[in-house]
């Protein structure tokens, strides 16, 4: 598909709308509809979408299969981290209250990186998943 | 931090797990996830011994209070299974670097490392949970991570085994979601206490007596119970033997755990036994495991085909204890759980041990073993007379506890069934040690013993079957423990 311009043009125009996207459904979740998941899946299809349309060379040049593998460890070690950190501060695993000063915020600082972490995981689940089916011929 | 111990039991795994494919190097992963498991058995004995001396922890997770928040519970009977698992997994890890090298992957490792780490985490977090939709969480967990082990096998077959476990245990979870489902509908709850609570007000409707028969069929499935066992032979013969030690003496174990939570606590011993007839139909399935995957075993040429079906058969004693609805009977149950563990687990680390030298588990290719291995030989054949049940070893401490159970109970009938179907697995573990001890060695044949970093963990389980035949205060304690506090006569 690398010499159809219109779909060059309209993926690289949108590319950044997509990541963009993805982030405000990320970081705006616990305000309105979204979450990491949902942010995780747009994000890993913005990713897709230039796979599809410059090929798997140049994706892999972007986020090479290394860079997915430590990003699905790290997006768990995000969530289970924020649990410890609960801990060490002196609540129950997983308690945001302790996060903060005041507990609000504590719930407001613990959902943003818990849901980092399961965006992390699920962008990087997401784009290897397409890799192993697009990457079957080699 | 003590008061922690209950997050920290699931925890560890769980951070060690992605860890592990972040450290990416062989002996380093290796070393995390040996130094969490072992990390996580001292939870589990720590646990235990605060639960025999406090009783009951319940666990806040988030902080969030018990109905509505995810709650921990734990109780002697669960204290008990964390020991079992977590104990496995500490012996079974330092087994893998070596059998790795012959059976696997190579660089990696440490994904293998993960997935072990993974299926601990679930089997540990099914075990501790005490919030039903939860525990489903952590079954799925635990069966897709140990299906990723079960591929691993040096056979192409491990494929399609792996497979075939994927899709039944998906069936088994999916029968669990549903009943789980239904019973949060004529509940409004998932705290399995709760729902314990509330039952006997929302009524015996139909709607409960559906969530029942998902939730047993689901359990049943599971733990491979007679004629639901079909995925299990498959998989632990084409698994790689360390995986198959550790699976066999825990998943299947988890899966009894899950099966008596919900018949005892959550549905509770009235609606289960009285309301609905549940103990005779498990009890004719339980004596048709014993005797018909007994026979099986005896017409198998595999060795590790064999001794996965002696699991299933082994499976239908822990059912049967159960059955009875007695004290006693759930006893038994309980202290068969912890036995079968360490003789299965030792009976498959001896395979492992044989794996090193030779990639053949016939029968025939067992000729002269006990003089080309003779230390592992030995540890099979000591074994395989606890599978049996010879007195001073822990199988023998099962039996004899089922069997009194059974004629407490007034069940004459099924003791001398159990002593029968002991008969059966005095015959095919014999057919072993006969081609292993009578029989010439081939010429030519593979000889020499497995490394002291495979045999270790293989004797130190043998000698914990001895041990626990002569000094059964801790298993049958905890065992009475529990199924005192399940059958609701107070701990």
């Known amino acids: 598909m690398r010499d159809l311009l219109i779909l060059r043009v309209?993926?690289?125009?949108?590319?950044?709308?997509?990541?963009?996207?993805?982030?405000?459904?990320?970081?705006?979740?616990?305000?309105?509809?979204?979450?990491?998941?949902?942010?995780?899946?747009?994000?890993?299809?913005?990713?897709?979408?230039?796979?599809?349309?410059?090929?798997?060379?140049?994706?892999?040049?972007?986020?090479?299969?290394?860079v997915l593998r430590a990003g699905f460890a790290l997006g768990v070690l995000i969530f289970a981290g924020v649990g410890v950190a609960g801990l060490l501060l002196g609540g129950n695993y997983l308690d945001y209250n302790v996060l903060a000063h005041d507990p609000v915020h504590g719930q407001h600082l613990g959902i943003l990186l818990i849901e980092f972490g399961v965006g992390v995981t699920v962008a990087s689940v997401m784009v290897s998943i397409f890799y192993y089916f697009a990457g079957r011929e080699r | 931090m003590t008061a922690h111990l209950p997050a920290l039991q699931v925890v560890l795994t769980l951070l060690a797990a992605p860890a592990c494919i972040l450290v990416r190097g062989r002996d380093l992963a290796f070393l995390l996830a040996l130094s969490t498991?072992?990390?996580?058995?001292?939870?589990?004995?720590?646990?235990?011994?605060?639960?025999?001396?406090?009783?009951?922890?319940?666990?806040?997770?988030?902080?969030?209070?018990?109905?509505?928040?995810?709650?921990?519970?734990?109780?002697?009977?669960?204290?008990?299974?964390?020991?079992?698992?977590?104990?496995?997994?500490?012996?079974v890890l330092p087994f893998t670097p070596r059998s790795l090298l012959i059976e696997m992957v190579g660089e990696k490792a440490y994904l293998f490392y993960c997935a072990f780490l993974l299926c601990l985490t679930g089997l540990l977090g099914v075990a501790?949970?005490?919030?039903?939709?939860?525990?489903?969480?952590?079954?799925?967990?635990?069966?897709?991570?140990?299906?990723?082990?079960?591929?691993?096998?040096?056979?192409?077959?491990?494929?399609?085994?792996?497979?075939?476990?994927?899709?039944?245990?998906?069936?088994?979870?999916?029968?669990?979601?549903?009943?789980?489902?239904?019973?949060?509908g004529a509940t409004g709850t998932l705290n399995m206490n709760d729902i314990a609570e509330r039952l006997p007000a929302t009524g015996y409707n139909r709607t409960v007596i559906a969530a029942f028969a998902f939730l047993i069929v689901g359990a049943a499935i599971k733990l491979a119970l007679f004629p639901l066992h079909f995925w299990l032979p498959k998989a632990y013969t084409y698994a790689p033997s360390t995986v198959s030690a550790f699976l066999a003496a825990t998943a299947t174990k988890v899966g009894v755990y899950v099966l008596i939570r919900f018949l005892f606590t959550v549905f509770g011993v009235e609606f289960s036994f009285e309301v609905l007839p549940t103990a005779l139909p498990l009890m004719v399935l339980a004596v048709l495991a014993m005797f018909v995957a007994s026979t099986i075993a005896i017409f198998q040429d595999s060795v590790k085909r064999m001794l996965a079906y002696s699991s299933v058969a082994q499976i239908g004693y822990m059912v049967l204890g159960l059955s009875l609805v007695t004290v006693d009977g759930l006893t038994a149950?309980?202290?068969?759980?912890?036995?079968?563990?360490?003789?299965?687990?030792?009976?498959?680390?001896?395979?492992?041990?044989?794996?090193?030298?030779?990639?053949?588990?016939?029968?025939?290719?067992?000729?002269?073993?006990?003089?080309?291995?003779?230390?592992?030989?030995?540890?099979?054949?000591?074994?395989?007379?606890?599978?049996?049940?010879?007195?001073?070893?822990?199988?023998?401490?099962?039996?004899?506890?089922?069997?009194?159970?059974?004629?407490?109970?007034?069940?004459?009938?099924?003791?001398?069934?159990?002593?029968?179907?002991?008969?059966?697995a005095v015959i095919y573990i014999w057919r072993v040690v006969e081609a292993a001890y009578f029989r010439e060695p081939p010429?030519?044949?593979?000889?020499?013993?497995?490394?002291?970093?495979?045999?270790?963990?293989?004797?130190?389980?043998?000698?914990?079957?001895?041990?626990?035949?002569?000094?059964?205060?801790?298993?049958?304690?905890?065992?009475?423990?529990?199924?005192?506090?399940?059958?609701?006569?107070?701990?």
């Open chain 2, 37 to 91: 498991t072992w990390a996580a058995f001292a939870v589990s004995c720590l646990l235990l011994d605060q639960v025999l001396t406090t009783g009951t922890i319940s666990y806040e997770l988030g902080g969030w209070a018990a109905p509505f928040g995810i709650e921990y519970r734990v109780d002697a009977l669960n204290a008990f299974v964390l020991l079992i698992v977590s104990g496995i997994g500490a012996v």
């Open chain 2, 333 to 424: 149950s309980v202290v068969h759980l912890f036995n079968h563990a360490l003789m299965k687990g030792a009976l498959f680390l001896a395979i492992g041990c044989i794996a090193y030298r030779q990639a053949s588990f016939r029968i025939e290719d067992f000729a002269g073993m006990g003089r080309r291995m003779p230390w592992t030989m030995a540890a099979f054949t000591a074994g395989g007379l606890s599978l049996i049940g010879i007195p001073l070893t822990a199988g023998f401490i099962s039996k004899w506890y089922l069997i009194l159970a059974a004629l407490a109970a007034d069940e004459p009938l099924i003791a001398a069934l159990i002593v029968i179907s002991s008969l059966l």
């Open chain 1, 10 to 66: 309209v993926t690289k125009l949108l590319m950044p709308f997509i990541l963009i996207f993805a982030l405000y459904v990320q970081f705006h979740g616990d305000y309105g509809p979204g979450g990491g998941f949902q942010a995780g899946v747009i994000f890993g299809a913005g990713f897709i979408l230039y796979g599809l349309v410059f090929g798997l060379d140049d994706l892999r040049g972007v986020l090479s299969s290394d």
């Open chain 2, 128 to 184: 501790i949970t005490g919030d039903a939709f939860n525990l489903f969480v952590f079954l799925e967990i635990s069966s897709l991570a140990s299906c990723i082990l079960i591929s691993l096998g040096p056979h192409r077959r491990a494929l399609t085994a792996a497979f075939q476990y994927l899709v039944v245990g998906t069936i088994g979870a999916t029968f669990i979601v549903i009943g789980i489902g239904l019973i949060y």
């Open chain 2, 443 to 491: 010429p030519g044949a593979p000889t020499g013993e497995a490394p002291a970093a495979l045999l270790v963990p293989t004797w130190l389980l043998i000698a914990l079957n001895v041990y626990f035949g002569i000094e059964t205060s801790l298993p049958v304690g905890v065992a009475e423990h529990a199924a005192r506090a399940l059958m609701g006569a107070g701990p």
